[in-house]
Every structure is written in C-alpha cells, then in structure tokens.
C-alpha cells in the first residue's frame, strides 16, 4: 500500500532528502518555497537527485500564515491524483522538519487500518482554543501576513453562508476519496475559495472547513498523526527535539498519545533541528 506524503520545506536540503530516503518506497512530493535562492534550491535538486520516489513540485511563495502553505499543499494534492504509477491510498502533509517515527512498512500497516477514513485535527469554530472570541476574527476581518506580523483591515466580512467554519492543523492524512473532493471543490468553487486566501493563518482553517462540510465528514478522525511538544503555553512554535526525547517519541510510535492532540499512535515527530537532531534520527532509523 502507497501513500503520498507532502513535504512543505524552505531550508535543510540533507535533512529534507534524509527524510525521503526513509520514506521510501511512498511517493514523496516535495514543495520548496520559490523564496529559496537558485543556489540554494539546487542544492535540494542535487541532494534529491538519488531518491527515486521523490518528485518536485511547482513551487509557491509560502511564508508564514499566508495562502501560499495552501496552495503549496494544494499543488501536492493535484499532483498526487494525476501520479500514474502508483495506487496510493492516502496523502499527508508534513514539513521538512518533520522525521518518521516508524519506518515506512509500519506506517502502511497502520494506514491500511483505515482505508476509507482520514485523520485532521478539527473544532468548529468558534472554539475556547483560539481565545476570546473563539478565532472568529481570523474569517470576520481581510488580513495579510507582512513581515511575519498580521496586517488586517476592521472591516467586517460575511462568511460564506453555505459552509460552517472549522478551524484544525495544517498537517492532515487524507484518503483518496476526500483529496479527490478537496480539488473538485477548489475547482468549482472558486469564489469561495478566494474568501479564504484573506483570512488568518488559513492552512488552519482552510482544509478542515472544506473537508468538515463535505460528504465525508463522517469518515474523518480527528487525531493528530505527529507528535509535537509545547512546553510554553500560549507559544507559537513548538519544541525543538533531541535526543533526550527519544523513549518518549518512540513510545508515541507505539501506543496512544497525546502530544500535539490525543491520537491512537504518532507517524511522525516535530520539529526536529538539522544539527542537533541528527543523533534522534539515527535513533529512529536504527531502533523503529
């Protein structure tokens, strides 16, 4: 069983294409941010050159909290469905900061646990985990991320009446089914996909709307496959992971967890360093 993962990258080529080697032999469809310097960006070229489950995408400038995370996932999805070569059952959406906690044949044999189901973190919106107001100021109010500060104009906007928001993770596994679904939707309706290209941080809210107002709702699982560690409430980046962390993130790979959300077990671990993390991939490749 195939499943297509996403990589959403910008820096680390050796880290990055690590990744994909132990990924192998799932497809791999990795998006660099155009930002990236030719140089550096055919130092990606040159590190991936090897792997040949690997492909690149079109490339989209996607700084933090802006579209361009969306379309970049976007551009995997589409990708994936026109891939001929293999029958994949899932795609997921992870960063070039992200290492696999179990090695690729266990990630098929979970997966193929739920063929017809996906995972996405979800809450309808609003929700007490986005403050106050429960996050309806990221949809009511046109922003624009500039210089990794949030622009917005106080002018109040109306919601697209035929859907009901939902707010989640931009790190998602998606059957096949509902990947088919999120482009035709994107396709279609294209006034309403606008809509969003002007909210807060939409890979938060985006996905989750679209798949949550669809027809396979009941499928979805809200679990969160990655494991991911805050030790500041309120922070808006996780932990760096070493070595330390190794028994725990092993242990996420095998049994329930709730780190980064409650979920049956963790695929994946973040974030994970390009230096200083090495020590816990070797760890992962040696001991998962």
């Not at 990055?16 to 155009?34: C, T």
């Not at 106050?132 to 922003?143: A, C, Q, T």
Request: net charge positive.
């Amino acid at each position: 069983m195939t499943v297509i993962f996403i990589i959403l990258a910008h820096k680390e080529p050796e880290q990055v294409a690590r990744l994909a080697k132990r990924l192998s032999p799932h497809k791999v469809l990795v998006h660099i941010d155009s930002k990236v310097s030719p140089s550096n960006y055919q130092k990606f070229e040159n590190c991936l050159a090897d792997e040949s489950n690997v492909k690149l995408l079109k490339r989209f400038r996607s700084a933090w909290a802006s579209w361009g995370i969306v379309e970049a996932s976007l551009e995997g999805l589409r990708s994936a469905l026109e891939l001929t070569d293999c029958d994949w059952t899932h795609a997921m959406v992870i960063s070039g900061e992200d290492y696999s906690i179990v090695n690729s044949t266990k990630i098929s044999d979970f997966l193929s646990k739920y063929k017809d189901s996906s995972f996405i973190p979800n809450w309808e919106l609003p929700h007490k985990i986005w403050g106050k107001d429960g996050g309806m100021y990221r949809l009511k109010y046109w922003h624009k991320p500039i210089c990794k500060r949030r622009f917005f104009i106080p002018v109040p906007r109306k919601f697209p009446g035929n859907l009901t928001p939902y707010g989640g993770s931009m790190f998602w596994c998606l059957n096949r089914e509902v990947v088919r679904y999120v482009i035709n939707y994107v396709d279609k309706f294209q006034k309403e996909v606008s809509f969003f290209k002007n909210v807060w941080i939409p890979d938060e809210i985006f996905i989750p709307t679209v798949v949550m107002n669809s027809p396979f709702k009941s499928t979805c699982i809200n679990e969160n496959l990655i494991y991911i560690r805050w030790s500041i409430l309120g922070s808006p980046h996780p932990d760096y992971l070493d070595a330390s962390d190794a028994n725990e993130i092993k242990k996420a790979g095998s049994e329930p967890s709730i780190r980064g959300g409650k979920s049956r077990i963790k695929l994946f671990a973040r974030k994970i360093d390009a230096s200083k993390g090495i020590p816990l991939m070797n760890i992962l490749d040696n001991e998962t």
